[in-house]
Structure formats: structure tokens, C-alpha cells
């Protein structure tokens, strides 16, 4: 905002030249009495013209002073006021956005490693389930296999049995047959047990 001093300060070397200029005029003029030219550089009048000069300015000078100036310099501040207000709220703007940006971020990094924790759990789990699930699994196939062979292995040693009583009585029977009478029972089961325990050798 211009100072009132300071405006006088500018405008004073041009009212200065003005006055000299006059002056000047007036010392022709004089020089001349016969000479026509225009009044107000009549040196006659010349006093009273400085005079009301001098009012004017002062009477200018107050106006813009008192009424001009301080229009015009809270026009300015209240300018500057907005100016400032508004990169302010720009400052700040820009800080909550950064802000905002910020927990943005922050809740997409905190949602990644929930998801990565869910996810390896979730892995954990499913691969302990299918760890137990095999276990389970295999135990009972072994169980089966198990009963299996003891069945396949009674099975078999009721079929030996089988075909230990049938190859006896076939003995007997072919003994009967090609030399008569009757064979040693114990004599024959020992000779066909050891002929079966060789067979499966």
C-alpha cells in the first residue's frame, strides 16, 4: 500500500518542473509586455496562481490520502487476504490429500499382509487336513491290508488242511488198490505233510 508521503514524494518533482516551466513563461512574457499570449502565464498573476496551486494540491493530496488511498490499499489488502487465504486452503488441501494418500496406501499394505496371513493359514490348514486325511487313509488301507492277509493266510492254511485230508485218503485209497488192505494212517498224513511241505519250498 503507497504511503500518503511517498505519493507526495513522487508527485513533488513534477509539480516542481511545473512551476519552473511557469516561471519561465512568465520572464518571457515580462520580456514582452506587448506580447499576447495565454493569461495563466501572466507574470502578474502568477502569485495568486502558485496560491490556489498550492491549495489544490493540498485539497488532492487530502482526497487521495484519506479517501483514494486507503480504498485502494484495502482493496489490495483484502486481495492479498483472499490471495493467502486461498493458497492456504490449497497448502492444506494438498496436505490432507497427501494425508488421505497416505492411509490409502497404509490400508492397501495392511490388507496385502492380512491376505497373505489368511492365505499361508488358510495353506497350513489345508495342508495339515490333508497330511492327518493320508495318515488316516493309510492306516486304515494298512489295517485292511492286514486283515486281508491274515485272511488270504487263514484261507490258505484251511485249504492246505483241505488238501492234506483229500491227498491222505487219495493215498490211502491207491494203496489199497495197487498192494490191498489198508495202510498206516499216521504213516501216510506224515508222508503227504512232508510232501506238501515240500511242494510249497
Not at 511545473?18 to 495565454?38: C, E, Q, R
Not at 488511498?69 to 496436505?95: C, F, N, V
Not at 489295517?143 to 488238501?163: L, S
Amino acid at each position: 500500500m503507497v504511503k500518503p508521503y511517498q505519493l507526495f514524494v513522487r508527485l513533488a518533482p513534477a509539480l516542481a518542473a511545473a512551476s519552473v516551466v511557469a516561471l519561465t513563461s512568465a520572464a518571457g512574457f515580462a520580456a514582452d509586455p506587448a506580447k499576447k499570449g495565454m493569461p495563466q502565464f501572466d507574470p502578474t498573476t502568477m502569485p495568486s496562481q502558485i496560491f490556489w496551486l498550492i491549495v489544490c494540491f493540498a485539497i488532492l493530496y487530502v482526497i487521495m490520502s484519506k479517501v483514494v488511498m486507503p480504498t485502494l490499499g484495502g482493496t489490495i489488502e483484502a486481495r492479498a487476504a483472499k490471495i493467502q487465504g486461498d493458497l492456504d486452503a490449497a497448502a492444506k488441501a494438498r496436505d490432507e490429500a497427501k494425508a488421505a494418500l497416505a492411509h490409502y496406501e497404509k490400508s492397501i499394505a495392511d490388507a496385502r499382509a492380512e491376505a497373505q496371513t489368511a492365505n499361508r493359514a488358510a495353506a497350513d490348514a489345508a495342508s495339515a487336513a490333508t497330511n492327518a486325511k493320508l495318515t488316516e487313509v493309510g492306516q486304515r488301507i494298512g489295517g485292511e491290508i492286514a486283515a486281508a492277509e491274515t485272511r488270504i493266510a487263514e484261507a490258505r492254511q484251511a485249504a492246505m488242511g483241505n488238501v492234506r485230508s483229500m491227498a491222505v485218503e487219495v493215498a490211502q485209497a491207491a494203496y489199497a488198490k495197487l498192494v490191498g488192505g489198508q495202510a498206516d494212517a499216521a504213516r501216510v498224513d506224515t508222508l503227504v505233510g512232508a510232501a506238501l511241505q515240500g511242494g510249497r519250498r
